[in-house]
């Protein structure tokens, strides 16, 4: 008797932390079996139903499961929800990936992924998602070289921190990144990201929005020793948008790297309005494809409404979002903008615990948030400078002879500049990490 009430407590507790996440618990994980339904999150999925229409959600509790966990394409609509990614983590030490994710609408939030194998792995796969329509909110993913292998599909992250050394965000999904702390492990040479668009015709590519390149808080002291770059091209048509971002020194000036093997003249890798030491653009290499942005309207079409249609699938999700890049301009300090630590994502009507953006309001527009105003953030200006390719329309001819990255419809503006916005760069330290 006191073993069911105890779960039916966790249960009600449960239920009333994911209220805004479009259903009920339908299982509990636990190290402790009287807690829950099951002790492995694997036996959790592989009971869950196939091809569910509406999210299937298990909350994980509190604890370390050594585990690898795969996540088939018959599986969709899973949604785990943890007590917090430094109390919710699931590990393993491998060179293959921790979680293997490949059934659509796929949502993680308040969970720590982590692959401890170390700097002597060829690879240290944490995440691996294929996963059309997926979400990580306010999670941690960490591992050495190849972190996070976004392989394809609509991806969206928010809020959470990345951890690595070598080309350890990389992949070809169309994956947009909103105030997330990208984290450089120590080694000598770093590479952010490896984005792998093969094909002018693919609507690929990663957007970082008010994000931070920075040194993981542990290896801080070493920062002086590394010399870091933003991404180089696993794939021809690599395509990589660093939007309001923070770029601490490390960065080399030069700022993007060659591949061996891959080409140089056709890859996207553009920049706007980014601060810090690492952010002036005056030393950028001189491709053809390497551009700061001109001007808002350009950097639209690497926004998450239009690179990954953003407003048809994320608002039902109850996770906030910057549709247009317009709710805010400054990137996400050291500190996360939600706390992490926290109850589950709120409804789609109440603003979520922790975080500096409401939420998504009826008419499908984002609310901007932190100024007492709550102004709109739909665009006013309208798109006159292309469609981006994310939403399958307006894609420029590839042979065209001004068509600037292998095409998304924008003139770029000058190469250099530096940054002449004169916003602060944050100040706080980072958060520590597991």
Known sequence: MEIAAAFLMVLLISFNAVAGSSGSINSIVSKDRNSGNYTTVGEAIRNAPEFSQKPYIIHVLAGIYQEYILIPSTKINIHLFGDGPNHTIILANQNGSTIDIRGEGFMAQNIGVINSAGLDASAAVAVRNEANNSIFFQCSIQGFQDTLWAVSGRQFYKNCDIYGTVDFIYGNAAAVFQDCMIYARYRQFVTFTAQSRESPYEKTGFTFQRCSFTMSPEDE????????????????????????????????PKGWEEMSGQGIDKVTYVEFENVGPGSNTDGRVDWSGVRVLGNHNQALVFTASYFIDADSWIPTRGVPYDRDGESRTTPRNGVAAGNGEGSFSSSSSSTPTGNVEAPINGNGEGVTAGNGKGVATGNSEGNDEGVAAGNGEGVVDPEEEECVGYCFGFSCGPKGGGNQQGVSPPHLPPRASI
């Open 221 to 252: 002291d070493r920062k002086s020793e590394v010399r870091a770059t933003l991404g180089r091209p696993l794939r021809n048509y690599s395509t990589v948008a660093i939007l309001q971002c923070y770029i601490d020194s490390m960065v080399d």
